[in-house]
């Protein structure tokens, strides 16, 4: 099996003209950082949330896979509901309901009823992932799409550098409730946004117009065709590595080695600017090198990263050790992620919204089951941590050697 022939792509301008596009790709852009906001900002609070709520950590974690299972079962929701609509309509939606959603988990008197309202909030909030995602495939394509995925990651790139940081010091001035009182806020600040300032990017004559068996059948053809499935299962299993690493660092990072909530947030800060930076470095070489070479070297870096973390937890090396592994493998999603969305949503501009709603339902359910798994045995060691983040890791580098063994069919991959 060889490697496929030098990639030839183009940039392509907007289908349709609107003006402002800069100002379009910031909204964007904090419409998918509301999911890392919503993950991230309570990551420092899971030690205090799982003490005052008198339950496990393992229980804690599964508010993270509740919600993630909620952005992921969302999508499907959204995603057909957009290309039959418009993108508009699914994403205010949404987001009102995401604002009650958050206002509800402050008020959660237990673990069950959080992790219930977990799920609720993600399965609101995704509306804006997977919207975001089909209006950049609406106006873009080819390389243009892999460049303005990774500006989104520029903008939404800011949220997991803010998100831990607000959460501390939200913790400083009151309990883990008053986090899911600034989401709401944040929300609510979105919906004005949108409500004022996104377009309308899916006109009528290019929206579908079939109904629950439509969609089946867009997902079953998505599904049997591997220039979607490789790159998205590469995407799913990189994100998979990541929530594992957001799912057991607090108890790592701060139960087994002491730090401090604020200490901890200012760690996974440098891993978020890490991530942006390389984001950007792949928008500049995506036109050179293709979206495919990208990919595996993104995955390739975060196994990398994944082996490092392993070794340094079962060896008991220094903590050095062990964030320097996170910060491969965190970084490496940076590169990574244009390029598996870009590949996948590349012919399939029709059904965008349908795509990017599988897309994102493989990269949350993989998400899903991987954080609950660091929480098992020791959590503090950092053993179940690392073995899931190898096996992750392991899985998207197989898929992105996949991808660029795979022959071409079209220019611009």
């Known amino acids: 099996m060889t490697a496929p022939a030098e990639e030839t792509v183009t940039f392509a301008e907007p289908r349709v003209h609107r003006g402002g596009s800069r100002a379009l790709l910031v909204l964007l852009g904090a419409l998918s950082g509301l999911t890392p906001l919503t993950v991230d900002m309570y990551l420092p609070a899971l030690p205090s949330l799982t003490r005052d709520l008198h339950t496990t950590s393992s229980a804690t974690q599964l508010t993270l896979a509740a919600l993630l299972l909620g952005l992921a079962t969302g999508q499907l929701v959204a995603g057909p509901f957009s290309d039959r609509l418009g993108r508009r309509p699914p994403v205010i939606v949404g987001l009102a309901a995401f604002i009650v959603a958050s206002v509800g988990c402050g008020l959660a008197p237990n673990v069950d009823v959080l992790i219930v309202l977990r799920f609720m909030q993600g399965f609101a909030g995704a509306a804006a992932v997977v919207i975001a995602r089909a209006v950049v495939r609406d106006l873009y394509e080819g390389a243009a799409a892999a460049r303005a995925f990774a500006s989104l990651m520029l903008v939404n790139g800011t949220a997991p550098i803010l998100a831990p940081v607000i959460g501390a010091q939200v913790l400083r001035l009151t309990s883990w409730r008053g986090v899911f009182v600034v989401l709401a806020v944040a929300g609510a600040a979105l919906l004005t946004a949108v409500w004022r300032a996104l377009p309308e990017t899916l006109e009528p004559d290019r929206r579908t117009d079939g109904g629950l068996g439509h969609t089946m059948r867009v997902f079953a053809m998505l599904l049997r065709d591997p220039g979607f499935l490789i790159p998205t ?71 990398a990263g994944a082996g490092l973390v392993l070794v340094s937890t079962m060896a008991d090396l220094p903590l050095a050790f062990v964030l320097l592994g996170l910060l491969l493998v965190a970084g490496s999603v940076g590169i990574s992620s244009p390029n598996a969305m870009a590949l996948a949503l590349a012919d399939h501009g029709r059904t965008a919204g349908a795509a990017s709603a599988l897309l994102g339902l493989t990269q949350f359910i993989l998400g899903a089951a991987a954080a609950p798994l660091t929480g098992l045995g020791d959590a503090r060691s950092g053993v179940p941590m690392a073995v899931t983040i190898v096996v992750a890791a392991g899985v998207a580098l197989a898929c992105a050697l996949a991808s660029y063994l795979r022959p071409r069919p079209s220019p611009g991959t």
């Open 233 to 303: 299962l590469a995407g799913g299993a990189t994100f998979a590595a990541l929530f594992a690493y957001i799912g057991g660092s607090p108890y790592v990072l701060q139960d087994g080695y002491g730090l401090s909530p604020q200490a901890y947030s200012a760690v996974f800060g440098v891993n978020a600017v890490l991530l942006i930076g390389l984001s950007q470095v792949s928008s500049r070489l995506v036109q050179r090198l293709g979206s495919r070479r990208l990919l595996l070297a993104g995955t390739l870096m975060s196994a």
